[in-house]
């Protein structure tokens, strides 16, 4: 558990998080702080990220000792507060990552599903909730993405707009915390317009409660810390295609959305993928909003993005709606074929897991 803390690239933000940063500082200077040589991955990334490990970093040493003696020394360790941090995320983020499992229960009963159960279990067997556990990617993003659309699919009831504004404060967090949360914004239409009671959808209030939710969490940080968003997000993008090597040529576009939509696959498992792409193609779900909205947010990632590979980490705000989607498909089926057909499905996501953990060599 300890070694993605310890050894991957984004150990970085744990070492940087416990030499003693304060936040205030790092916000206000963030644009010349990424360019420090120490920083390889906070200049493709907002503040929130660097600014949520130091605040794990300021928990960790409240809660463990600094004179407490490990039996197992680590030669990464820089001093006590680097190895206290180390130590508290490696029990924190699996815990942040299992919370994700109630907002994602809570929007299954806003839709009002037959089995509001299935679907977050078919989640936690999948390999990437199980497998990627250490990532802040997994820690965060699915509870983060769950919460902003339970919020929405709540504020599409009748007299319960201001809900939306709780998930324009919820866009906000995310979007400071990682960029690749923006597509989860989009997603709020769809959302809204599957919600069993969208027959009393008030969308002019919707919008300016959402609004007001975002554009009031930024406007606190601007006019607090001087933070730009826009900046940010440009210098981050620039940096990103520079890193990575990215260039706006037809061929590359094409290379890694082959390998973007056949990793997608792979790791949802066979059977998923392929009640994925039926539900997709079938004109039965054509105009289910969720569905419809969710291959538009795929296309526009395969076509617009610029990451080749980490699919798994990168779109794993993605998974909850494909599970409720391939859940929507399921329900169709015949009630005396439909057990058997979820039993499957789960034995083989289960087992599917299993066989990527024998082989894993991530954290």
Same mark, same amino acid.
């Given at each position: 558990?300890r070694?993605?803390?310890?050894?991957?690239?984004?150990?970085?933000?744990v070492?940087?998080?416990?030499?003693g940063?304060?936040a205030?500082?790092?916000?206000?200077? +963030?644009?010349?702080?990424?360019?420090?040589?120490?920083?390889?991955?906070?200049?493709?990334?907002?503040?929130?990220?660097l600014?949520t490990?130091?605040?794990?970093?300021?928990?960790?040493?409240?809660?463990?000792?600094?004179n407490?003696?490990?039996?197992?020394?680590?030669?990464?360790?820089?001093d006590?507060?680097?190895?206290? #941090?180390?130590?508290f995320?490696?029990?924190l983020?699996?815990?942040?990552?299992?919370?994700?499992?109630?907002?994602? +229960?809570?929007?299954?009963?806003?839709f009002?599903?037959?089995?509001?159960?299935?679907?977050?279990?078919?989640?936690?067997?999948?390999?990437?909730?199980?497998?990627?556990?250490?990532?802040f990617?997994?820690?965060? +993003?699915?509870? #983060?993405?769950?919460?902003?659309?339970?919020?929405?699919?709540?504020?599409?009831?009748?007299?319960?707009a201001?809900?939306?504004?709780?998930?324009?404060?919820?866009?906000?967090?995310?979007?400071?915390?990682?960029f690749?949360? =923006?597509?989860?914004?989009?997603?709020?239409?769809?959302?809204?317009?599957s919600?069993p009671?969208?027959?009393?959808l008030?969308?002019?209030?919707?919008i300016?409660?959402?609004?007001?939710g975002l554009?009031?969490?930024? =406007?606190?940080?601007?006019?607090?810390?001087g933070y @730009?968003?826009?900046?940010?997000?440009? @210098?981050?993008?620039?940096?990103?295609?520079?890193?990575?090597?990215?260039?706006?040529?037809y061929?590359?576009?094409?290379?890694a959305?082959?390998?973007n939509?056949a990793?997608?696959?792979?790791?949802?498992?066979p059977?998923?993928?392929?009640l994925?792409?039926?539900?997709?193609?079938s004109?039965?779900?054509?105009t289910?909003?969720?569905?419809?909205? @969710?291959?538009?947010?795929?296309?526009?990632l =395969?076509?617009?993005?610029?990451?080749?590979?980490?699919?798994?980490?990168l779109?794993?705000?993605?998974?909850?709606?494909?599970?409720?989607?391939?859940?929507?498909?399921?329900?169709?089926?015949?009630?005396?074929?439909?057990t058997?057909?979820?039993?499957?499905?789960l034995?083989?996501?289960?087992?599917?897991?299993?066989?990527?953990?024998?082989?894993?060599?991530?954290?």
């Amino acid at each position: 558990m300890r070694h993605h803390a310890i050894a991957s690239g984004h150990s970085e933000f744990v070492i940087t998080a416990s030499r003693g940063f304060h936040a205030t500082e790092i916000l206000e200077r +963030y644009e010349e702080f990424v360019l420090l040589p120490t920083q390889r991955f906070s200049p493709s990334k907002p503040p929130g990220q660097l600014l949520t490990y130091i605040a794990f970093d300021r928990i960790s040493r409240q809660l463990i000792p600094q004179n407490i003696h490990f039996e197992d020394p680590i030669p990464q360790v820089i001093d006590p507060p680097h190895r206290q #941090l180390i130590e508290f995320i490696s029990v924190l983020f699996p815990l942040m990552a299992a919370l994700s499992v109630l907002p994602f +229960y809570a929007l299954c009963r806003q839709f009002r599903l037959i089995q509001p159960w299935l679907p977050p279990l078919l989640f936690v067997a999948s390999a990437p909730f199980s497998l990627i556990v250490m990532h802040f990617d997994q820690a965060l +993003y699915p509870l #983060l993405s769950c919460l902003m659309w339970w919020a929405v699919a709540k504020g599409a009831e009748a007299s319960k707009a201001r809900w939306a504004g709780l998930a324009g404060i919820i866009a906000g967090i995310g979007s400071f915390v990682s960029f690749s949360l =923006l597509p989860a914004i989009l997603l709020c239409i769809p959302i809204a317009l599957s919600a069993p009671q969208k027959k009393h959808l008030q969308w002019p209030k919707m919008i300016l409660w959402f609004g007001f939710g975002l554009c009031s969490f930024y =406007l606190l940080l601007w006019l607090f810390f001087g933070y @730009n968003p826009i900046l940010r997000y440009q @210098n981050a993008m620039i940096h990103h295609a520079t890193w990575k090597g990215w260039v706006n040529e037809y061929w590359l576009f094409w290379l890694a959305s082959k390998l973007n939509t056949a990793e997608l696959f792979w790791w949802l498992s066979p059977p998923a993928s392929l009640l994925l792409v039926h539900a997709w193609l079938s004109r039965t779900y054509s105009t289910n909003p969720l569905i419809f909205g @969710n291959l538009i947010i795929v296309i526009v990632l =395969l076509a617009l993005g610029k990451t080749i590979g980490e699919i798994a980490r990168l779109w794993l705000f993605l998974m909850p709606l494909f599970w409720i989607q391939i859940h929507i498909h399921i329900e169709d089926i015949k009630p005396k074929n439909r057990t058997t057909v979820q039993i499957f499905l789960l034995l083989f996501i289960f087992l599917w897991t299993v066989g990527f953990k024998s082989k894993q060599d991530f954290w």
